[in-house]
């Protein structure tokens, strides 16, 4: 038996770059205590798991899947970063990440010029134009309503 999954679709990606956007600073910030700081993060993944199985791909993916994936796309973002600033010689072509640019804004927040001052760009419909603080404003709503559907 095979025990690898199948790979993420597009809309899973994006679902699990939306969640690691709005909760980033919970992700790798720290609290009070270890005990806080580790409940809240995995809570937050659960949270992110929920959403990204919301999505409807037909594959179940575990909070342990959604971590890796996250895992790899900044890796491979930090390591296009890396590319583009110092690139290797020869005849070989770069080829960025597809996710790279929105790792970037999200793991850079407000000094990434990735897409934030870009005006009128527009990514699977949502103009990207918003400044950071309203669309931390618009994640916390979210937040709030999907926790007051799946908690109460």
Request: charge should be positive.
């Amino acid at each position: 038996m095979d025990s690898r999954s199948c790979n993420f679709t597009a809309a899973e990606t994006n679902a699990l770059l939306e969640g690691v956007r709005c909760h980033y600073g919970t992700i790798v910030g720290s609290f009070n205590s270890a005990k806080d700081t580790n409940k809240k993060k995995n809570d937050v993944w659960i949270l992110i798991t929920e959403n990204v199985n919301a999505i409807g791909s037909g594959q179940r993916r575990t909070t342990g899947q959604i971590k890796l994936r996250w895992k790899n796309l900044k890796a491979r973002a930090t390591k296009d970063h890396a590319e583009a600033k110092n690139p290797q010689t020869g005849n070989k072509p770069f080829k960025r990440g597809d996710y790279t640019d929105v790792v970037l804004d999200i793991i850079g927040g407000e000094k990434s010029q990735a897409l934030h001052g870009i005006q009128g760009v527009v990514g699977d419909g949502e103009p990207w134009s918003l400044g950071l603080r309203r669309r931390r404003r618009i994640c916390q709503f979210l937040l709030r309503l999907i926790q007051r559907v799946y908690l109460y």
